[in-house]
């Protein structure tokens, strides 16, 4: 037998068991990259990002339990690797704690904020196509969450830690 998806609840279903993955990868990254900032509102940032991933993941646990579906979630490669980068560029191969440091680390959390983007607002648009109001209501509350907590992250990057890079 197949895994591969035979319709639209198929691609739903497994959109949200890469999200938990993805989820479940960038809240672990975090974590480690969190304790590297030195902006104080960047950690705060940080530590917020980190509990508004746990209710989404919490979100799409009871979204696949309402389609009938096993609980389980589906490795995401796509996060796996945009984690690696930002464990290396935040972590391995970092710059000195400070500045540089803080714009490094938003830069990465946007690489991996913009991957959650674009998996909730698939996971929306099929759900919508679904006929799934009360999911697609969920979805897309945590789409804005996230694109709400990105344009922060912009925000932060173009009036304080940027700058402060520039002075080294």
């Not at 890469?18 to 304790?35: C, F, Y």
Request: charged fraction near 30%; aromatic fraction near 4%.
């Amino acid at each position: 037998m197949s895994d591969a998806p035979e319709d639209l609840m198929d691609l739903y279903v497994d959109e949200l068991k890469d999200l938990w993955s993805a989820n479940d990868q960038m809240l672990r990254a975090l974590k480690q990259i969190g304790q590297e900032a030195s902006d104080d509102k960047l950690k705060e940032m940080l530590e917020k990002s980190q509990d508004g991933i746990s209710r989404h993941t919490d979100m799409l646990k009871n979204l696949i339990a309402e389609q009938g579906e096993e609980v389980e979630k589906e490795h995401c490669r796509g996060m796996q690797g945009l984690v690696a980068e930002a464990i290396k560029h935040t972590i391995d191969d970092a710059p000195e704690k400070g500045p540089v440091l803080d714009a490094q680390i938003i830069a990465q959390y946007q690489r991996m904020s913009h991957y959650g983007i674009a998996g909730f607002g698939t996971a929306a648009a099929y759900a919508a196509a679904l006929g799934l109001e009360d999911d697609v209501e969920e979805l897309k509350a945590a789409t804005g969450e996230i694109y709400g907590a990105d344009e922060y992250a912009t925000q932060l990057a173009e009036t304080t830690v940027n700058i402060d890079a520039v002075e080294g």
